[in-house]
């Protein structure tokens, strides 16, 4: 696209957040977890969202949440394959210590298989994830609200608080529902955890596609809707 300018500051802050974190293999809070999410997986939102010529703060705060709950949701999806992988734990250090578990003990549960019973070091990781997977949930919901509100709004009052033009307004709600649609295979992931794995998540590894996304993506795209939380 001719004249197509994108910010260098996302570009910036994504390969400076890859480059901080490539020899780390945790997160010493959670809040360090959902700063990387955002300077990685919302930084290519907010790269998306320029190169359709969107700029707008109210966008941009939809998209923080959605990055945010991509990235607490790939590390849940990631727990189970990285440990029996490669051996390492990515996940936020506090959120272990808030459960009386450590990286040993919680690298050793996801190399193993799921009892048919529950045990207490069990039930310290379904605990954990679950936590992990209500924040992650938090957040994407907020991206909803947010959107949702958005394109709710009245015209007259996006007109008087915003200087865009009509025609970057309608823009704005052709495009923000599918700026949203990664929330549909996000939100799936989290209510097939809790329905199928109890919150645990290696009682859906091997069941984590779903045949119908496919078609909820077009569907919702059709329609111009954004994704329900």
């Keep these: 696209m001719v004249g197509l300018r994108l910010s260098k500051f996302y570009f910036l802050q994504l390969i400076n957040a890859r480059q901080r974190h490539f020899n780390e293999c945790s997160f010493s809070t959670l809040e360090s977890a959902q700063t990387y999410a955002e300077e990685t997986n919302t930084s290519v939102h907010y790269l998306i969202s320029e ?13 923080n949440h959605l990055g945010r709950a991509q990235g607490l949701i790939a590390l849940i999806r990631g727990a189970v394959p990285l440990a029996r992988s490669r051996r390492v734990i990515l996940l936020p250090l506090d959120l272990l210590d808030k459960h009386c578990t450590n990286q040993e003990r919680l690298l050793r549960l996801l190399r193993a298989e799921p009892l048919s019973g529950s045990s207490n070091e069990d039930q310290s990781l379904c605990d954990f994830f679950y936590d992990l997977a209500c924040i992650a949930r938090e957040q994407a919901v907020t991206a909803v609200r947010l959107a949702t509100n958005l394109l709710n709004q ?29 929330l549909i295979p996000c939100l799936d992931y989290l209510t097939r955890l809790e329905r199928i794995g109890h919150f645990d998540p290696r009682r859906v590894v091997g069941r984590d596609s779903n045949p119908l996304l496919p078609l909820r993506l077009v569907w919702t795209s059709w329609r111009g809707l954004i994704p329900r939380g």
């Design 51 to 63: 190169a359709y010529g969107i700029r707008s703060i109210d966008v941009d705060h939809s998209l």
């Design 154 to 182: 009245p015209r007259s009052q996006r007109n008087t608080t915003d200087d865009r033009s009509s025609s970057e307004l309608n823009l704005t709600r052709l495009l923000l529902p599918r700026f949203m649609l990664p």
